[in-house]
């Protein structure tokens, strides 16, 4: 589950993602991380198209 590509994020990110995910009970921070990301694929995917992705990607702040 673990073994593909790498991302890098912000130190302070990392650790805020760090605490918050031994709190939760998540067996490591990339557990934790791999579950976020999951979670907002799965809200993005669900959308009608292609301008309800930009528009939700937009509210979130990705993209302007």
Known sequence: MFGGAKIK???D??????KVAGIAG???VDE????IIEKELAKL???QGDDE???RLK?????S
């Open 13 to 18: 990110l990392y650790e805020r993602a760090k």
């Open 32 to 35: 934790f991380i791999t579950h």
């Open 59 to 63: 509210g979130l702040g990705y993209i």
């Open 9 to 11: 994020i912000e130190k």
């Open 53 to 55: 992705i930009k528009d």
């Open 45 to 47: 995917e669900g959308a």
């Open 26 to 28: 998540y067996s490591s």
